[in-house]
Every structure is written in structure tokens, then in C-alpha cells.
């Protein structure tokens, strides 16, 4: 290989790592309220590495440290959440149920 060019290539690598947009980003999602049968304001609920966390996708319901939470993000989910299917778990279909009617605890 030509040294200039050994050069050249180590150079266009690094600057293509460097502009990588992909990152650690917050995902958030609403808390759902068993009792109130509402969903708290979005809050942040774990990192992801994203390029971009876009809130486009079908609602999901996801479970984290025993907290029920709806979502449209789009995947990637946080790690230490586990997906919940709305025909298997009651209080999910509750939460998309009143993610779908934007039923906002406190209103």
C-alpha cells in the first residue's frame, strides 16, 4: 500500500466513527395507574442506543421494576424492560385502552 494512502484510509475511518449519530438516548413512556386506570405525564424510563427514538410505532406496553408503562416509542426497548402483550395481561389492554382515549391521570 502506497504510505500516502495508508495514510488516508486510518483518517476517513476515524472520521466516519466520528460522525456516527448513534448514541445513548432516553427512552420515556407514561406510567400506568392501576387504581386511577390513568397514564401519568412521559417520563424517562432507561437508555437506549438509537440514531433516533422516533414515537411512530404501535403502542406497547412494557414492565419495569414492577411499573406498568405504555409507549409508542419505537424500539430499541431499554434493557431491564420486558414487553407485555395486551391479550395476555389485563392491566396492559387497560393502559393502550387509555393510551388510545389519551386518558391523562389529573385531568
Not at 483518517?11 to 445513548?24: D, W
Not at 431499554?78 to 389485563?90: N, T, V, W
Request: glycine share 4%; net charge negative.
Amino acid at each position: 500500500m502506497n504510505t500516502s494512502l495508508s495514510r488516508v484510509v486510518p483518517l476517513a475511518l476515524l472520521l466516519t466513527a466520528a460522525c456516527n449519530e448513534s448514541g445513548p438516548r432516553v427512552f420515556t413512556a407514561k406510567a400506568y395507574d392501576r387504581d386511577a386506570m390513568c397514564l401519568e405525564a412521559d417520563a424517562p424510563i432507561g437508555l437506549v442506543e438509537a440514531e433516533t427514538l422516533k414515537a411512530t410505532c404501535d403502542p406497547v406496553c412494557l414492565e419495569l421494576n414492577g411499573e406498568l408503562y405504555a409507549s409508542t416509542i419505537c424500539p430499541p426497548y431499554p434493557a431491564d424492560s420486558s414487553e407485555l402483550a395486551a391479550d395476555s395481561s389485563a392491566d396492559c389492554a387497560a393502559a393502550l385502552n387509555a393510551l388510545a382515549s389519551k386518558v391523562q391521570c389529573g385531568e
